[in-house]
């Protein structure tokens, strides 16, 4: 019943910085927490971060600590992932998602899912 709406992709040049947005259509009290994953070609679906909306606790993945950062708007129903430096390496396709915690975000327990956006970083 909820759906999550990506947008921001695109493509910028290596050091480049994009800011992702996740629009949520509804909040439900059994989704307190929200966070994005991403995928590259030939490669298994990656977790980035999480943040949890109940107290604004995050939790990020070792490959993009000090250079992403998400944020979310109560009044929006909007999570953001502001990514900065970015490298080549971060080329994939971005999907937001909504579960119950930070940790079950982080293990892909996940109760929706967007359609995602590309992000392509050329070197």
């Known amino acids: 019943q909820v759906q999550l709406v990506e947008s921001g992709g695109g493509v910028v040049r290596a050091g480049g910085s994009l800011r992702l947005s996740c629009a949520a259509s509804q909040r439900t009290f059994s989704n307190n927490a929200m966070g994005w994953f991403r995928q590259a070609p030939d490669k298994e679906r990656e977790f980035v971060v999480a943040i949890a909306l109940t107290n604004g606790n995050t939790f990020y993945a070792d490959s993009v600590k000090g250079r992403f950062t998400i944020s979310g708007d109560d009044a929006k129903n909007t999570v953001y992932l502001q990514m900065n430096s970015l490298k080549p390496e971060d080329t994939a396709v971005y999907y937001c998602?909504?579960?119950?915690?930070?940790?079950?975000?982080?293990?892909?327990?996940?109760?929706?899912w967007g359609q995602g956006t590309q992000v392509t970083v050329s070197s």
């Open positions: 998602a909504a579960g119950t915690s930070i940790f079950n975000i982080q293990r892909e327990r996940c109760e929706y």
